[in-house]
Nanobody, 120 residues
Framework: QVQLVESGGGLVQPGGSLRLSCTASGSGFSIYTMGWYRQAPGKQRELVAAITSGGSTNYADSVKGRFTISRDNAKNTVYLQMNSLKPEDTAVYYC??????????????WGQGTQVTVSS
């Protein structure tokens, strides 16, 4: 079982920056793919960025060039650096940890979410 705790959300003005952190409990962090998702009111949850155990990353088109995902396996922590924030980035951001076992069964774990509000 993996427990995820996010931090770093808040209120920021357009053009500003925030860094989200997500720390995982338990062992095996390094083998998980870690991701950040977000959900705005009235919208479906969407993938923002993900990083594999090998360090490969992918991003939603809407955040490419502005957001950076990284991980520190020694600290069991994944980060999301968000720059040039826009009002449309306002959402609850969720940390996700997942892996696929030898039977191709995927296991997903979620944090409780942290609110990011971009507004003047």
């Amino acid at each position: 079982q993996v427990q995820l705790v996010e931090s770093g959300g808040g209120l920021v003005q357009p053009g500003g920056s925030l860094r989200l952190s997500c720390t995982a409990s338990g062992s095996g962090f390094s083998i998980y793919t870690m991701g950040w998702y977000r959900q705005a009111p009235g919208k479906q949850r969407e993938l923002v960025a993900a990083i594999t155990s090998g360090g490969s990353t992918n991003y939603a088109d809407s955040v490419k060039g502005r957001f950076t995902i990284s991980r520190d396996n020694a600290k069991n922590t994944v980060y999301l650096q968000m720059n040039s924030l826009k009002p449309e980035d306002t959402a609850v951001y969720y940390c996700n940890s997942n892996y696929v076992n030898s039977r191709d069964i995927r296991y997903d774990y979620w944090g409780q979410g942290t609110q990011v509000t971009v507004s003047s």
